[in-house]
Every structure is written in structure tokens, then in C-alpha cells.
């Protein structure tokens, strides 16, 4: 007597769920990042140990309240960007019965970062006019690489947040794969505002505290 072999059907095999490689991605580069931020806090308070007075000179000649607005701005940034987030999640890639959507929300994000890095700009044409060059001293140094590394993250996600939103016109839908980037570089422009808050604090309010 021959024995029947039960085959189970191809639609009823357990699905399998594959985390997003994108995300995944996103998450071990930034990683790396963090190891190279990390480094420069180190460099900085180092610095900071061995040479004190040049560090409250320093700080003593730092705008505080145009830093602090500028701080504003890319915080800002973040809030604008998790609602193009939000957005996306939800499938809506423009505007639709007067509601943004991702495009017009990372938009406004790019355009922050861009007042961000242009008032940076501005802080470092204040600082050289009145001498304080990248290689007067401990500070100085300290201070121009902190922040221009810093800078030029910002100016990366700009450029990725343009990215994202030219891929998003030559789709006529928001799929999958526009989703999985606009959270992506959601994560990376998030990562680059708490960075920035720690350099903000360490830079321009320690010392008060300290």
C-alpha cells in the first residue's frame, strides 16, 4: 500500500521578512561616523586641557546668540525632515489638497541646512577678519575642524536630500524603494543635528558651566 505525500500548498510557506538593506546600510555607516566624531570631541577637550587660556580667549570672542539662532535653524531642520518622513510612510510625495508632502517637506529641510552652513560661513568670515586663523593656536584649530567637519556633513545631506527629491520626480508614485531612502537619509540628517547640538554645548555653553 502506497503512502500519500501531503504537499503543502507554495502560498501557505511562512514568509519570510527581510530587514531593509538600505536602512541597514544607513545605520553601519553611521556607525563609523560616530567613531569619527567621537574622536574629534576627544581632540577637542585634549586641546582644551593642555592649553585653557587659549580656550577662554576663545570663547570669550564667540557669538553666542547668532550661534544659538543658527542652532534653532538645524533643529528646525530635523522636525521638517521627520514630517517628510511621515509623508513618505504614508505614500504621498507632493502636495495634495494643501497638505506637503515628502518633496515639499525636504525641500524646506535642505533650504534650513542651507542657512545653517551659510551662517557658519559667516562665523568663520567674523573670526578671520579679526585674526583668529585656523592656525593661530590651540583653539582655533580646535574650533575650525570641529565644525568644519561638521559643516561639510551638513552640506552632504543637502546634496542627499536632492537627491532624494529628483529621484522622487521621476517616479510617478511613491514606492518602496522612495520610502526606504527618505527614511534613510532621515536617519543620517537626524544623526548630523545631535552632533551638532553636542559640539554647540561643548563649544559655546561649557565654558559658562565649567
Known amino acids: 500500500m502506497g503512502t500519500v505525500t501531503s504537499l503543502t500548498p507554495a502560498s501557505s510557506a511562512p514568509r519570510v521578512h527581510r530587514p531593509n538593506t538600505v536602512a541597514i546600510g544607513t545605520i553601519v555607516w553611521l556607525g563609523s561616523e560616530v567613531m569619527f566624531f567621537a574622536g574629534l570631541f576627544a581632540i577637542y577637550f585634549t586641546l582644551r586641557a593642555m592649553a585653557p587660556e587659549q580656550f577662554q580667549a576663545g570663547h570669550d570672542i564667540m557669538n ?5 539662532i543658527n542652532t534653532v535653524i538645524l533643529v528646525a531642520s530635523s522636525v521638517t525632515c521627520q514630517f517628510g518622513v511621515m509623508a513618505a510612510e504614508r505614500g504621498q510625495k507632493n502636495r495634495e489638497n494643501g497638505k506637503w508632502g515628502t518633496i515639499e ?56 536630500f536632492l537627491i532624494v527629491i529628483a529621484r522622487l520626480y521621476a517616479v510617478r508614485k511613491m514606492g518602496k524603494r522612495e520610502a526606504s531612502s527618505a527614511i534613510a537619509i532621515s536617519y543620517y540628517w537626524h544623526f548630523v543635528d545631535v552632533v551638532w547640538v553636542g559640539l554647540f554645548f561643548v563649544i559655546y555653553i561649557l565654558p559658562f558651566i565649567s
Open 64 to 68: 553666542i546668540p547668532f550661534s544659538t
Open 105 to 160: 517637506w525636504f525641500y524646506l529641510s535642505a533650504i534650513l541646512g542651507a542657512i545653517f552652513v551659510s551662517g557658519q560661513v559667516w562665523e568663520y568670515a567674523t573670526l578671520v577678519s579679526e585674526g583668529y586663523v585656523f592656525n593661530l593656536n590651540a583653539f582655533t584649530s580646535a574650533f575650525y575642524m570641529s565644525t568644519g567637519f561638521h559643516g561639510l556633513h551638513v552640506l552632504g545631506g543637502i546634496i542627499a
